[in-house]
């Protein structure tokens, strides 16, 4: 929790943020961590599942003979996909903190 507030702080102080309109932004890194771990599942997926297939049959597991050694080569559809993800994801949040900095701007010329 204290690594959360943390890396909340921080991120108020790069993009200037006012306290009362920080609230979304921890989901700038946890999005970004979320679309990495889906982009890479298949890679961990596959590997996970044959170390299981080894420790039950005992036999090593390769793409010939197994089925989990060939989920990794869904990474040539899930990384193009994640990396588009990506890419939507941080313009949204950009523009969402362009907003809100600029909501601050305006709040304080009021002022």
């Known amino acids: 929790m204290i690594i959360i507030r943390k890396i909340?702080?921080?991120l108020i102080q790069i993009f200037k943020i006012s306290s009362?309109?920080?609230s979304d932004i921890w989901k700038l890194p946890v999005g970004i961590i979320l679309i990495l771990l889906l982009t890479i599942s298949p890679l961990l997926i596959g590997f996970l599942?044959?170390?299981i297939h080894e420790f039950f049959t005992g036999n090593t597991c390769h793409?010939?003979?197994?089925?989990?050694m060939v989920?990794?080569?869904?990474?040539?559809i899930s990384i193009p996909a994640g990396l588009?993800?990506?890419?939507?994801?941080l313009?949204?949040?950009?523009k969402n903190i362009y907003s809100i900095?600029?909501?601050?701007?305006k709040k304080k010329l009021n002022n």
């Open 8 to 10: 909340r702080e921080k």
């Open 20 to 22: 009362s309109n920080y």
């Open 49 to 51: 599942g044959s170390e």
């Open 63 to 68: 793409e010939g003979n197994c089925f989990w």
């Open 71 to 76: 989920l990794p080569w869904f990474m040539f």
């Open 84 to 89: 588009l993800l990506i890419i939507m994801f």
């Open 91 to 94: 313009i949204k949040s950009l």
């Open 101 to 105: 900095r600029k909501m601050n701007k």
